[in-house]
């Protein structure tokens, strides 16, 4: 897959590095050239210097084959306005924006965008968002056996209830994380655009439940 990070800083710099480790080619946009030093000389992904939201700065660093993009610059105005160009200019799937102000998560999460505050950051929670099947459990078992991870649901999946999804999907919602609050759900709860769902699994049915997320409810009857 092809990501393109916004901002060069200490965050920028590491999700480059790991995430070309796992075989993804990076491009790093940075308004200031010297930024792109903490890359080290061995990536070998593009570094675009210029402004993360502006459209030919963006298709200079192959947003438009882009799979992911992640905003992760010193503003939280840059990182939204640029992650809602990738989505909705681009069309971009998988769309993280770092802010630095918690108290506007809500208003971003409205808007779409997946965000991760500065005082919760950890490198792993952007992985999560920009490669929703991709990132390490949340937390696992001494055995092994079963795992807490945030799995990414299809839009499908919105207006249904979770006991719906549970039933249909063999794993059991933890928690949501909904407009930037983590809420423990009853069988009731209704699955919302945006929301960020947790759920426990046993560690073998991993990839049978993220398909069953990932393909949607069944049709009414069986299929």
């Keep these: 897959m ?21 075989g993804h080619t990076i491009a790093v946009i940075d308004r200031d050239p ?19 939201f502006d459209q030919d700065t963006l298709r200079e660093a192959g947003i438009e084959e882009a799979g992911a993009f992640a905003a992760v610059s010193s503003g939280d105005n840059s990182n939204i306005i640029s992650a809602r160009v990738a989505r909705e200019t681009f069309g971009v799937q998988n769309v993280a924006a770092r ?31 920009l490669l929703p099947s991709g990132a390490e459990p949340l937390w696992r078992d001494p055995t092994g056996g079963v795992q807490l991870a945030e799995v990414h649901a299809s839009p ?12 249909e999907t063999g794993a059991r919602v933890a928690f949501l994380t909904r407009l930037g609050e983590a809420i423990l759900p009853t069988s009731q709860t209704v699955l919302q655009e945006g929301d960020l ?18 393909e949607g409810p069944r049709e009414e009857g069986g299929r």
């Design 2 to 22: 092809h990501i393109v990070i916004m901002g060069c800083g200490r965050v920028g710099s590491a999700l480059a590095q790991t995430l070309e480790q796992q």
């Design 34 to 52: 010297t930024a792109f030093r903490r890359l080290g000389p061995g990536f070998g992904g593009r570094r675009v210097t210029g402004i993360g």
């Design 99 to 129: 802010i630095y102000d918690p108290r506007r998560a809500e208003v971003y999460q409205r808007l779409g965008i997946p965000t991760v505050a500065t005082v919760r950051w950890t490198a792993d929670q952007m992985l999560r968002r």
């Design 156 to 167: 499908k999946w919105v207006g249904h209830k979770i006991s719906r999804l549970q039933e």
């Design 197 to 214: 769902v947790h759920v426990m699994m046993r560690t073998g049915d991993v990839d049978k439940v993220e398909a069953a997320f990932a």
